[in-house]
Protein backbone atom coordinates (compact mmCIF):
# COMPACT_ATOMS: atom_id res chain seq x y z
CA UNK A 1 0.00 0.00 0.00
CA UNK A 2 0.76 4.11 -0.17
CA UNK A 3 1.71 5.73 2.59
CA UNK A 4 0.65 9.18 2.52
CA UNK A 5 0.59 12.02 5.01
CA UNK A 6 -1.65 15.16 4.39
CA UNK A 7 -0.71 19.09 5.41
CA UNK A 8 -1.86 22.51 5.09
CA UNK A 9 -5.33 22.22 6.64
CA UNK A 10 -6.45 25.27 8.91
CA UNK A 11 -9.10 27.93 9.23
CA UNK A 12 -10.08 30.79 6.80
CA UNK A 13 -13.07 33.44 5.98
CA UNK A 14 -15.06 32.38 3.00
CA UNK A 15 -13.58 34.07 -0.04
CA UNK A 16 -9.98 32.71 1.16
CA UNK A 17 -7.65 30.38 0.06
CA UNK A 18 -5.67 27.29 1.35
CA UNK A 19 -3.48 24.83 0.03
CA UNK A 20 -3.42 21.44 0.91
CA UNK A 21 0.30 18.65 0.50
CA UNK A 22 -0.49 15.37 0.52
CA UNK A 23 2.93 13.29 0.51
CA UNK A 24 3.21 9.68 -1.03
CA UNK A 25 5.46 7.21 -0.38
CA UNK A 26 6.26 3.30 -0.37
CA UNK A 27 4.88 2.69 -3.62
CA UNK A 28 6.29 0.74 -6.39
CA UNK A 29 4.41 1.72 -9.67
CA UNK A 30 5.82 4.13 -12.00
CA UNK A 31 2.89 6.11 -11.60
CA UNK A 32 0.02 6.29 -9.80
CA UNK A 33 -3.48 7.58 -8.98
CA UNK A 34 -4.25 10.39 -6.74
CA UNK A 35 -7.11 12.41 -5.21
CA UNK A 36 -8.58 14.46 -2.49
CA UNK A 37 -11.91 13.74 -1.30
CA UNK A 38 -13.77 15.29 1.31
CA UNK A 39 -16.31 14.18 4.52
CA UNK A 40 -18.65 16.87 6.27
CA UNK A 41 -20.47 15.55 9.32
CA UNK A 42 -23.45 13.22 8.40
CA UNK A 43 -22.64 13.16 4.64
CA UNK A 44 -21.05 10.78 2.69
CA UNK A 45 -17.53 11.08 1.29
CA UNK A 46 -17.34 12.99 -2.05
CA UNK A 47 -14.00 13.33 -4.47
CA UNK A 48 -13.15 16.43 -5.25
CA UNK A 49 -10.17 16.21 -7.40
CA UNK A 50 -7.96 13.64 -9.08
CA UNK A 51 -4.80 12.82 -11.39
CA UNK A 52 -2.71 10.31 -12.31
CA UNK A 53 0.81 11.05 -12.26
CA UNK A 54 2.08 9.75 -15.19
CA UNK A 55 -0.45 12.74 -16.84
CA UNK A 56 -3.39 13.05 -18.52
CA UNK A 57 -5.98 15.85 -17.40
CA UNK A 58 -6.86 16.11 -13.56
CA UNK A 59 -10.77 15.38 -12.86
CA UNK A 60 -12.74 17.66 -10.64
CA UNK A 61 -15.92 17.40 -9.27
CA UNK A 62 -18.48 19.97 -10.24
CA UNK A 63 -18.86 21.99 -7.08
CA UNK A 64 -15.28 23.11 -7.35
CA UNK A 65 -14.45 23.27 -10.88
CA UNK A 66 -12.78 27.02 -11.50
CA UNK A 67 -11.80 27.34 -7.76
CA UNK A 68 -9.80 24.25 -6.87
CA UNK A 69 -6.76 22.97 -8.45
CA UNK A 70 -4.69 19.77 -8.40
CA UNK A 71 -1.24 19.56 -9.58
CA UNK A 72 2.01 17.68 -8.70
CA UNK A 73 5.70 17.31 -8.36
CA UNK A 74 6.98 14.33 -9.06
CA UNK A 75 10.54 15.17 -7.80
CA UNK A 76 8.66 15.50 -3.72
CA UNK A 77 5.89 12.17 -4.87
CA UNK A 78 3.45 14.98 -3.80
CA UNK A 79 0.30 16.27 -4.70
CA UNK A 80 -1.48 19.60 -3.78
CA UNK A 81 -4.65 20.82 -3.64
CA UNK A 82 -5.18 24.63 -4.00
CA UNK A 83 -8.35 25.95 -3.24
CA UNK A 84 -9.63 29.47 -4.24
CA UNK A 85 -12.78 31.15 -3.46
CA UNK A 86 -13.41 29.22 -0.58
CA UNK A 87 -17.25 28.81 0.61
CA UNK A 88 -18.61 27.63 4.43
CA UNK A 89 -19.76 24.55 2.41
CA UNK A 90 -16.06 23.87 1.64
CA UNK A 91 -15.68 22.60 5.41
CA UNK A 92 -15.11 19.20 5.64
CA UNK A 93 -12.46 16.88 6.82
CA UNK A 94 -9.96 16.23 3.44
CA UNK A 95 -8.47 12.84 2.67
CA UNK A 96 -5.94 12.18 0.16
CA UNK A 97 -6.32 8.68 -1.43
CA UNK A 98 -4.26 6.57 -4.08
CA UNK A 99 -4.43 3.56 -5.73
CA UNK A 100 -1.39 1.78 -7.72
CA UNK A 101 -3.01 1.50 -11.03
CA UNK A 102 -4.05 4.05 -14.03
CA UNK A 103 -8.26 4.65 -13.34
CA UNK A 104 -10.46 5.36 -15.62
CA UNK A 105 -12.02 9.47 -15.68
CA UNK A 106 -15.47 7.71 -14.20
CA UNK A 107 -13.05 6.20 -11.48
CA UNK A 108 -10.94 8.65 -10.15
CA UNK A 109 -13.53 10.54 -7.74
CA UNK A 110 -14.84 7.02 -6.90
CA UNK A 111 -13.78 6.30 -2.75
CA UNK A 112 -14.03 2.46 -3.32
CA UNK A 113 -11.34 2.35 -6.04
CA UNK A 114 -8.39 3.77 -3.61
CA UNK A 115 -6.99 1.39 -1.40
CA UNK A 116 -4.62 3.75 0.14
CA UNK A 117 -5.69 6.73 2.43
CA UNK A 118 -4.29 9.56 4.77
CA UNK A 119 -4.89 10.59 7.77
CA UNK A 120 -7.26 13.64 6.96
CA UNK A 121 -7.03 17.30 7.75
CA UNK A 122 -9.89 19.79 8.24
CA UNK A 123 -10.60 22.55 6.68
CA UNK A 124 -13.18 25.10 8.06
CA UNK A 125 -14.44 28.11 6.27
CA UNK A 126 -16.16 31.00 8.00
CA UNK A 127 -19.00 32.94 6.80
Known amino acids: QVQLVESGGGSVQAGGSLRLSCAAS????????MAWFRQAPGKEREGVAG????????VYADSVKGRFTISQDNAKNTVYLQMNSLKPEDSAMYYCAAEEKHLLVGESLTPREYNSWGQGTQVTVGS
Open 51 to 58: LYTGGGNP
Open 26 to 33: GYTSSSIS
